[in-house]
């Protein structure tokens, strides 16, 4: 067990453009710089679209490359950025809030560069401006079809950029997509982006989990095969993986790693009908019982309020962001089939209603069906990829518990 002063918790140090590359980060920020600089005066609007999965280090090479790109707009007389004018997205509010506090004590990052999409693309339009550089994190949550709750009033948030910047440098990964107002899939991004001048990159390689490469497949297999295979044997190597029957158990253990290093939280897929208690809404799993994580008024993201340890944290409040320990309550919407070891999506469960609100585009029920399996999947898939030294899990469905709980024991595993 690693000591609390071995480790660095805050978000604004993890996603710090001053963090240091590796030599693939950094050759890839070279390459980003020059592609950029080639279109700002010619041959755009221009795109440059980063591949990756959850913890490759995505947004950290975005932060390391805007801060370059707005040392030199406001620095460098001799650079072809000097003087432009450039932007950082981000369609995730506890995300922008690191991003902003990063902002504060840097010369030449304003906290005002930082925002959100609706909010950048409603004040050009207001204006008749355009920019130079727009800077894309986690574009996977731009929103596909407009969205009054949100005022935005177009068909695609990533379309209006385009028309109001010459280069536009984004971050993809199809696995986190998770509603349908902001439905992408690889081809319905490139659609897009390959009609334009564009380059890509694809990340591979896992920096957040200190889990071995087996454990890691094995988590992809659960998410994009919906089966049950064996566990590797190597899946406490350098990691704590866990299964609990027990999801009491399961918090006990959690509080004590948080005592312990900090940053651990209980988080949970959808899938629990509101029962209003007290004004809060609680999932109850045998003798476990806990709240939902609440709506985060604060500057602080929701993992770093000490408060939140009471809590079970959502998809909203974790995505993007690192923990030190993670126990996962897989909820109703995911079953086992009995008598095989098949996964099955009780789409009828699931309660986040605002995920799969119905779309012009599509009409087709077996394609409609197919995707909202898919985000409920890709929902999990987020929770999978949090954990940095340890992922612990508990499922609502008996037979998957049991199933789960049998390939620990199978694999020859303790804790």
């Known amino acids: 067990m690693k000591s ?22 950094e050759k890839l920020v070279s390459s980003i710089i020059k592609f950029t600089q080639s279109h700002l005066k010619e041959n755009f609007p221009a795109i440059y679209t980063i591949y990756g999965d959850a913890g490759t280090g995505k947004s950290v090479v975005l932060s390391n490359l805007f ?5 030199a707009a406001r620095q460098d007389q001799e650079s072809p950025f000097f003087k432009t004018q450039n932007y950082f997205l981000v369609n995730h509010p506890e995300i922008l809030k690191v991003y902003r506090e990063i902002a504060g004590p840097i010369k030449e990052l304003y906290k005002k560069d930082f925002t959100r999409p609706t909010s950048l693309i409603n004040q050009l ?12 994190d986690e574009a996977h949550l731009l929103l596909s079809k407009a969205d009054h709750y949100n005022n935005f009033y177009h068909d695609n948030q990533l379309v209006e950029i385009i ?10 990964d199809q696995y986190q997509v998770l509603r349908m107002k902001s439905l992408w899939t690889p081809e319905r991004l490139e659609k897009i982006t390959h009609q334009y001048p564009h380059q890509e990159y694809h990340l591979h390689h896992q920096f957040r989990m200190t889990a071995s490469d ?5 988590f992809n297999h659960f998410t994009d095969d919906y089966e049950l295979t064996p566990l590797p044997q190597d899946s406490r190597k350098n990691y704590d993986f866990r299964i609990y029957d027990d999801a009491e158990e399961m918090r006990q253990a959690i509080v004590q790693r948080n005592k312990e290093v900090g940053l651990s939280r ?17 999932i109850n799993e045998g003798r476990f019982k806990l709240p939902w994580d609440q709506y985060n008024y604060t500057v602080t993201p929701w993992a770093e309020l000490p408060q939140t340890i009471n809590e079970v944290g959502s998809i909203y409040t974790c995505q993007g962001f690192d923990l030190n320990y993670t126990g996962i309550i897989i909820g109703p919407p995911i079953s086992q089939i009995s008598g095989t070891s098949k996964l099955q999506i009780n789409l009828d469960k699931y309660t986040d209603s605002e995920a799969f609100k119905k779309r012009d585009d599509l009409t087709d029920p077996k394609e409609i069906k197919a995707l ?9 898939n987020v929770l999978f990829k949090r954990g940095v030294y340890g992922t612990y899990i508990y499922a609502h469905d008996p037979l998957l518990r049991s199933s789960l709980v049998q390939l620990f024991k199978n694999a020859g595993l303790n804790y």
């Open 67 to 71: 801060e370059r790109i707005q040392r």
């Open 125 to 136: 339009d207001k204006k008749h401006q355009t920019i130079d550089v727009a800077v894309i």
């Open 266 to 282: 209980i988080l949970s897929t959808s899938g629990y009908p509101s029962t209003l208690d007290g004004g809060k809404h609680y």
């Open 372 to 380: 909202e399996e898919r985000m409920i999947m890709n929902s999990l």
């Open 163 to 172: 028309k109001h910047a010459k280069v536009v440098i984004l971050v993809f």
């Open 4 to 25: 609390l002063n071995q480790l660095t918790n805050a978000a604004t140090e993890k996603l710090s453009p001053f963090k240091e590359l590796t030599p693939e980060q």
């Open 214 to 218: 087996s454990l890691i497949s094995w």
